[in-house]
Every structure is written in structure tokens, then in C-alpha cells.
């Protein structure tokens, strides 16, 4: 809910490993090989290469997975450049982190529901400093959970406050692998009236960017995927004041300004993504602060996938 690039007019497009559905048109019906990448049949040096190709900012290692946890769906602010995340292996903590700067702890950019996170009563924003005394300092977040066994005491900073919560993280096992394959889009008419849904843009999948070229929806294997999402909310549904400081939070934050959603994906299922605006966040603070809109799974239908 993003990768470095220079400019646009530099950008080597990318192949990679799911599916990319193009607009449709009476030349073709199927989506080249694709996996949030930029689409071509030209190969690129590295992955990593590849994931440096669609947007301003270094996101592409980004969420590689932190997906842990239950639950369907959870939102977050986008990491910008270098982020760190950190897969747990054995004990989950359900959130996405950011642990570019362990010294001063590890930011909570999204919390899943259901999971060991939210249980300890954690928010996106809060920064993990210490597990069980230890300072991140001392060891990577992932070896300090995962040698905590299970039974963890957190020191948190929130809003420049210290508070510990404890408690239990979540069992290491994975869920087997689903079978087939899902898709998600951006289009449709949302129901902007009642739930005030927007148009988004799905910029990145999985810490891989999307293609460059008009797509219908994304194919994506059963199972969980991070969707980094950027607001296209109708400039019209805001005053003059309120457009100006929009822009300008833009301008400043550019890709950070975008936000991460976790979806769980079921087999031959449609899911539609949206950017939800909170009309009460209108505000100075509310938009300086980017927290006036979150990215949202708004409908879901079957759909048959291959």
C-alpha cells in the first residue's frame, strides 16, 4: 500500500514470473510474464536490477515478506529507500518492519489483523527498541524474536513515549501452499458515495514494480502478496487549501507517500483495490501527515483464472 529509477525516459523494462493482464483490445487477450515488474521480453542483468526500474525511491527490497501472522488484509505507510524487512522464520510476529536503523529501533509500517503483533497492541508507527531487554543493537530483530521462544516483553516508542507490552508471539509454522491463482485490479466503479472509495494505483507487488503499460488486473498465485498502492483520489473532492497542502505532501514524500496492504488471495478470485479517504482527516495535520487516506480490498468476486 518503491524502487530507485532516474527518469522515466532511462527505464529498462523487466520480465518476471506472474502475470500482468493488459487493458483489453481486439490484437490480444492474454497479459505478457510478469510479477509487479516492468513488462518486456528483454532480459535484465539481475533482479535486482530489475526491481530498480518503475519508481523515484529504493522500495524494491523492500517487502519481500514480513506476511506474517492471520487475517486478510492490513495497511501501512510504504518504507522509502533501503528498507530492510525481516521474514521470521520460526516465531511471527504478524507486521512489517522497518530495520534500516536498528540502533534506533525497528518502525512498524503495517500490523496484520489477528496476528501476534496486534495482540501486543502494536501500531503502524510505533518503533520496536528492545526485545526482552535486549536493544536491536545487539542482534537483528529476526535471531532476538526467534530466540525469545515464543514469550516476548517489547520496549516500544510511541509518539516519543516508552511503553512494554508482552506477550505471546505466533507458532512458526506456515500454512501449506495454495493451488491456482487469483488476480487483483484497481478498476471498476467504486462506491464512492457510501464508503467514500477512490481510484489507486498499484505501484509495486511483492517489492516488484508494476508494468509501465495499461493493465486490466494482476495475476498472482494463491496466498499472500504485499500491494504497495498510491492514492488517485478526485482532486475535486477537496477545497483549495486542501488540494494545495496535498500537493505539497507529494512533492515532499513522493514515494513514501505510499502505502502498503497485505491481501491473502484465493484461488480463482477478483479482488478490487481502492484508496479509502477519511473525510475527518482533512485537516493541516491530516494531510501534511498522509494519514487522510488508506488503501482498501473493497470488493472481491469470482473469476475464473486459467
Known sequence: MHPCVTSQSSITPCRSRTRAVPVKTKSHRSGTSARGCCV???????????????LP???????????????????AAAPDAGVAVVAL???????????????????????????????LGLSVGDRIVSVNGRPLGDGDIERLLASAKGQ??????RDGRERRVSGVLDAGTREPAKRGCGYVTTLGTTPRSKE?????????????S??????????????????????????QRFNNAQRLQRQLMRRELRARAYKAIVVDIEPDRTYRVGARLHRDRLDRDG?????????????SFASRCR
Open 57 to 75: 525511491l529504493a522500495l524494491a527490497a523492500a517487502l519481500i515478506a514480513l506476511l506474517l501472522g492471520h487475517g486478510t488484509a492490513a495497511s
Open 196 to 208: 467514500s472509495v477512490f481510484s489507486a494505483l498499484i505501484t509495486m507487488i511483492d517489492g516488484e
Open 287 to 299: 494531510i501534511r501527515g498522509n494519514t487522510f487516506w488508506e488503501p482498501v480490498v473493497w470488493s
Open 89 to 119: 522464520a520460526e516465531q511471527q510476529l504478524g507486521a512489517v518492519l522497518d530495520t534500516r536503523t536498528a540502533g534506533d529501533g525497528a518502525l512498524v509500517r503495517a500490523v496484520t489483523p489477528g496476528g501476534a503483533a496486534e495482540r
Open 40 to 54: 518486456s521480453s528483454t532480459p535484465v542483468p539481475s533482479r535486482r536490477t530489475a526491481m530498480l526500474t518503475r
Open 210 to 235: 508494476t508494468p509501465l503499460t495499461p493493465v486490466n488486473r494482476h495475476e498472482l498465485a494463491a496466498g499472500r502478496h504485499v500491494l504497495i498502492v498510491d492514492e488517485r483520489i478526485d482532486p
Open 152 to 157: 516476548v516483553e517489547l520496549l516500544v516508542l
